[in-house]
């Protein structure tokens, strides 16, 4: 079965650029999370999607970040402008459930 | 006061010792616990899964939690150098929408 899918790996933009993620989940899961790591921490938790609607996106700084996921596959998170702070890896995962979460490699991006 | 705490080490050990790991948490509805493992520059891989108080056992890993003292641990037994990650513990309860991670130990097996 294959896991998680994210491009790219690695990102580096000046601040106020704009960048955008892309994640494929494992086939069936209609459960799709897009969380942020900040070196150091553990994941919190950006915006949950169920199958093409917005279940959670309380933490989502819309100001600056968007998130679609169309035909409840495939998910895209953008980020514009970005600043600084926003230097973090971003784990897409998806789930049958929300118990058991299976991440993808990550998005590495580094704001300068 | 963080829902989840935990130590973020780093903790070194020879090969072959027990490494125990541990979070306390304060949300008491929290009734689903795993700990993933992260190697570097990757994502969190599912290690372990417990639902409510008690052990699990998979192999060389044994994952407990006590939900009397709101806390839980991941032991390793005969601990490999491919053991060396950083292990985050992670927890939700029902109806949630999220897991709720502590900051992740660093563990380094040293041959």
């Known amino acids: 079965e294959a896991g998680v899918a994210q491009s790219p790996r690695y990102k580096i933009i000046e601040k106020r650029q704009s960048v955008a993620f892309w994640c494929n989940p494992i086939s069936g899961h209609a459960t799709l999370y897009w969380y942020q790591q900040i070196l150091g921490q553990g994941p919190k938790l950006l915006i949950q999607?169920?199958?093409?609607?917005?279940?959670?996106d309380s933490q989502l700084p819309k100001d600056r970040f968007s998130a679609e996921r169309l035909k409840g596959v495939d998910s895209t998170l953008k980020i514009q402008p970005a600043k600084l702070e926003d230097s973090a890896v971003y784990l897409c995962a998806s789930s049958l459930n929300t118990n058991e979460q299976y991440f993808g490699p990550g998005t590495r991006l580094t704001v300068t | 006061q963080k829902e989840v705490e935990q130590d973020p080490g780093p903790l070194s050990v020879p090969e072959g010792a027990i490494v125990s790991l541990n979070c306390t948490y304060s949300?008491?509805?929290?009734?689903?616990f795993m700990w993933y493992r992260q190697y570097s520059r990757k994502g969190p891989e599912l290690l372990m899964y417990?639902?409510?108080?008690g052990n699990k056992e998979d192999g060389r890993f044994t994952a407990q939690v006590d939900k009397s003292s709101k806390y839980i641990s991941l032991f390793i037994r005969d601990s490999q150098p491919s053991d060396s990650a950083t292990y985050l513990c992670a927890m939700t309860r029902t109806g949630a929408n999220n897991l709720f991670f502590g900051t992740g130990t660093r563990l380094t097996v040293i041959p």
């Open positions: 417990t639902y409510s108080s």
């Open positions: 999607f169920q199958n093409n609607g917005v279940v959670d």
């Open positions: 949300n008491s509805a929290f009734q689903y």
